[in-house]
């Protein structure tokens, strides 16, 4: 049960620190998938209703990779119908601070000397403002038996809700004011765990220094500056496993940087799937995106008509705002064999654009960390990215002198204007038409490691250091 970036890294990061020695556990809520997914669980634990909180049950279980995880049986807060978030029609669940208040509040109990568990963690990570009220109930049970860390993964999404939420969800009053969770009048869950937290990460050191200053602070930068020196940032990993050319089982066919000759039977694979020309001596640039102002490819559709004039083509995979559905429509209607889209996802479409594309288009406006930049190098399939956070924290531009050392794995645009992204394409294109130069490119990005191994590593640095702080 996941949504974006945010569910790739709850699923993934636990695995990768328990292969390095910390035992790593989630906690997660008792959506109706979860609990129609677990094999053998067994009931461990009543928990008492507090406020508006309602009473749960904990079951223990263990998630693909051999992760322990308690779930939080809730069934009028988790047993329906539609998303994490929304109804089936897209509306936010109007209990969503009840929702993810409880696994709040269940996950800081663990932590505390009332636990109803023998295991009691020394950190509690909270991951976006989801569980960011986590860390407000460790700081304010009394004398703290844990230590806390809050990892942003969007600034974007602060988690804002009434102020009588305080109350209804066992939040001390005093905890309503600047110094605590309120924001600009209202109860934000995304404020209280960057304010109580012991540590703070994001998902990339590029993000990290951005969202100390507007606009990228979205208004809580002042705190974050403030807390600069608790406030670290850590590249996520992705799927190695997944996410391999040499062993996907989605793709048309498998390769990997030995064998690149391959990479053109998915080219043709994904031009015949979309209708394309199948071609292969023009590149085929890919997106697979949301189409959100945040992910900028109105970027891609302003300039579009100049791209396949390179000549080049164009997929994009993508859902999102109907404005743009319709002005990617309307591109594809007006030229269907040099521009193919697909509104909606499909997982093995997702992997076929990585693997039969040439180049990989992410012209975000902002981006805190970004997967397919790293996916696409895996693939060698360099990508076009705005210099902005973990894209500018992944990519190494395409330059005579990263040329030479070996490092350079994609391009890079430094304003997030159509200018400035038809000026990146316009040297890939250059690029992909010097064979050799290519073929270094798609190398170069395939050695890269982006496995989670470091980023535990640097995820456990944080934990031993506040473990030590609480002495014992």
């Not at 992705?238 to 390769?255: G, H, K, Q, V």
């Not at 994009?316 to 889209?341: H, N």
Request: charged letters at 20%.
């Amino acid at each position: 049960m996941k949504t974006g970036g945010l569910g790739d890294v709850a699923a993934a990061l636990p695995v990768a620190l328990r292969r390095i020695g910390v035992d790593a556990r989630v906690i997660l809520p008792g959506y109706r998938p979860v609990l129609a997914a677990l094999g053998d669980s067994r009931d461990v634990a009543k928990i008492d209703a507090i406020a508006q909180l309602p009473a749960a049950r904990l079951l223990e279980a263990e998630l693909p990779g051999a992760v322990p995880a308690w779930i939080v049986d809730c069934p009028s807060l988790y047993d329906r119908d539609g998303g994490p978030y929304q109804d089936a029609s897209g509306a936010e669940w109007n209990d969503n601070p009840l929702r993810f208040g409880l696994i709040s509040r269940c996950a800081a109990l663990l932590a505390s000397r009332n636990s109803p568990l023998a295991w009691r963690p020394q950190i509690v990570h909270a991951n976006d403002w989801q569980t960011g009220l986590a860390p407000a109930y460790v700081a304010l049970a009394g004398e703290p038996v844990a230590r806390s860390v809050m990892t942003i993964h969007n600034l974007a999404f602060p988690g804002i809700f009434a102020p009588h939420w305080v109350a209804d969800l066992a939040l001390p009053a005093a905890s309503f004011t600047v110094e605590g969770v309120e924001y600009h009048g209202r109860l934000s869950f995304l404020k209280a765990g960057l304010f109580y937290a012991d540590a703070t990460t994001t998902v990339s050191p590029t993000y990290a220094d951005e969202i100390q200053r507007e606009p990228m602070g979205m208004g809580l930068h002042g705190l974050l500056a403030a807390r600069r020196g608790r406030l670290v940032g850590i590249l996520n990993g992705i799927d190695a496993m997944t996410w391999n050319p040499a062993s996907d089982p989605l793709i048309a066919e498998r390769y990997d940087a030995t064998r690149l000759d391959r990479k053109a039977v998915n080219k043709r694979a994904l031009q015949v799937r979309l209708g394309l020309d199948p071609r292969a001596d023009v590149p085929l640039l890919g997106s697979v995106t949301r189409l959100t102002a945040q992910k900028g490819i109105d970027l891609l559709l302003d300039v579009a008509n100049d791209v396949l004039a390179l000549p080049a083509q164009i997929v994009i995979v993508a859902t999102g705002d109907r404005a743009l559905e319709q002005r990617l429509r309307a591109l594809t209607a007006a030229s269907p064999k040099r521009i193919a889209s697909f509104i909606g996802f499909d997982e093995t479409l997702a992997h076929l654009v990585e693997a039969g594309a040439d180049a990989f288009v992410m012209p975000s406006r902002f981006e805190p960390c970004g997967l397919n930049q790293m996916y696409s190098q895996r693939y060698g399939t360099p990508p076009i990215v705005h210099s902005t956070g973990g894209l500018a924290d992944s990519v190494v531009d395409c330059a005579s002198h990263t040329l030479s050392d070996g490092t350079a794995t994609g391009f890079k645009f430094h304003e997030p204007t159509s200018v400035a992204l038809m000026s990146a394409i316009e040297r890939c294109v250059a690029a992909y038409r010097d064979a050799k130069v290519w073929r270094s490119l798609q190398r170069n990005g395939m050695a890269r490691d982006f496995s989670w191994t470091a980023a535990a590593r640097e995820y456990a640095k944080i934990y031993a250091r506040l473990a030590r702080s609480l002495g014992g």
